[in-house]
């Protein structure tokens, strides 16, 4: 079975690729295609960040007893883009390319640190920290991303 850093890291390519789609479609005045492309993007990370911060981080600090540090920190980030979303929806909705374009750059800027220190810091140490229950984890954070 994958583990915890391959299956998210995955998945945080799988959300970039629906966010960089939902903005090229954005600059291209193409708001049917924005639009669907930006709310899978929004439903796939909102699993994502849930997934996280429900299962993967109270891992994390129960088997650190780290409570202030990096989980603070990515909890942190995800509130921050979250604040984002509904202006990225409200330019679709507006058909406005130049503020979906400020939206998404403020995005990006989060996004790409945040995902950076989630793959080379925290998805390693929890595959290592998670022991035996490393698949069951797994298996439940799968069960929270793929949700219909």
């Not at 883009?81 to 507006?94: H, Q, T, W, Y």
């Not at 990006?108 to 022991?131: C, F, R, T, W």
Request: proline share 2%; hydrophobic share 40%.
């Amino acid at each position: 079975m994958t583990g915890i850093h391959d299956y998210m890291t995955r998945h945080h390519a799988h959300c970039d690729a629906l966010f960089t789609q939902a903005e090229t479609e954005a600059m291209a005045e193409d708001w049917a295609g924005a639009k669907r492309d930006c709310t899978a993007f929004l439903t796939d990370i909102a699993r994502h960040m849930d997934a996280e911060e429900n299962v993967l981080f109270p891992l994390f600090e129960a088997r650190t007893g780290i409570t202030g540090g990096p989980t603070h920190v990515m909890r942190t980030e995800h509130t921050r883009m979250k604040e984002i979303f509904d202006g990225l929806l409200d330019a679709i909705g507006s058909r406005d390319a130049t503020a979906y374009r400020g939206h998404a750059a403020a995005l990006k800027s989060i996004l790409n640190a945040h995902n950076m220190k989630e793959e080379s810091v925290l998805y390693p140490m929890l595959d290592q920290i998670a022991g035996a229950e490393r698949d069951s984890t797994l298996d439940r954070v799968k069960a929270l991303m793929e949700e219909n």
